[in-house]
């Protein structure tokens, strides 16, 4: 198979542990984009969230909020997909904003906060008391409760935000961290790369991805070569068509130097 495009997760999966793109990682990425190769970063992170981590000219295009914007990083402009609707936004606020540990509502270019922990906030991160607050269209919402309480927070975004998906997430550098991540019914990182394929008039056959998490486990399935980092949950690696080292070892190095290098 002549793969045309790589695409990657980026927390567990391209960013090392302290949320760093190795060396190697950002090396092996700018080398095949240069050699012509489609290089995409697909993320649940947005675009400011992405510029705090990392060079984004290292690819062509990001996909973020988990699928529901689609950035042409050349042209500096980007495709919304849909956003979440602002009556499931005001039930989600007035469900938890008394029983979670915080909620952030998360727009193209920042994150609307709402928490009682008062702490210190990155200059794309806004604090906001009330729904009003919020000044933009949103593409994603993240709900912070406790670990038992997460499948209840489902159930009831199932049966009073019919607009919406929801998935558990989870960080993988961590056992015990995991919220709860709505997007607009129907769009996820598959749907969206899907949707990037056709207009540059590939096939999902010819790409590579690299994931770890849950909302990986659709594309990681679809794609031509789904790649499970060695620290992906063990429902990615069952789907995945070969296993990498981890991201701190530069599992995504390793595993492109190995199909496009080695054997020139």
Request: some cysteine.
């Amino acid at each position: 198979m002549k793969y045309k495009m790589i695409a990657t997760d980026f927390d567990s999966t391209l960013l090392s542990s302290d949320k760093k793109v190795s060396e190697n990682n950002k090396n092996i990425l700018i080398d095949l984009k240069n050699r012509g190769y489609y290089i995409v970063g697909v993320t649940a992170r947005n675009l400011s969230s992405v510029n705090s981590v990392c060079d984004i000219n290292m690819f062509n295009y990001l996909i973020l909020s988990n699928g529901n914007y689609i950035y042409d990083v050349d042209k500096d402009k980007g495709e919304s997909i849909n956003s979440v609707s602002l009556d499931t936004i005001r039930k989600l606020f007035d469900k938890y904003k008394d029983n979670s540990n915080g909620m952030s509502f998360c727009s193209l270019s920042k994150y609307y906060i709402y928490t009682d922990n008062i702490g210190s906030f990155r200059d794309f991160e806004i604090p906001i008391d009330k729904v009003d607050d919020i000044k933009e269209d949103i593409h994603k919402v993240n709900i912070f409760v406790s670990l038992e309480d997460i499948d209840k927070c489902r159930d009831y975004i199932k049966n009073n935000c019919r607009d919406v998906d929801s998935i558990i997430m989870q960080d993988t550098d961590s056992d015990n961290s995991k919220w709860v991540t709505i997007a607009p019914y129907n769009v996820n990182k598959y749907t969206a790369l899907k949707r990037l394929c056709n207009k540059l008039n590939i096939s999902v056959s010819e790409v590579i991805f690299f994931g770890d998490s849950g909302n990986d486990l659709e594309i990681i399935s679809g794609v031509g070569m789904g790649v499970a980092m060695k620290n992906a949950l063990p429902e990615i690696k069952k789907v995945a068509k070969e296993v990498t080292l981890s991201n701190d070892e530069d599992g995504v190095y390793v595993f492109l130097d190995k199909i496009f290098n080695r054997r020139r």
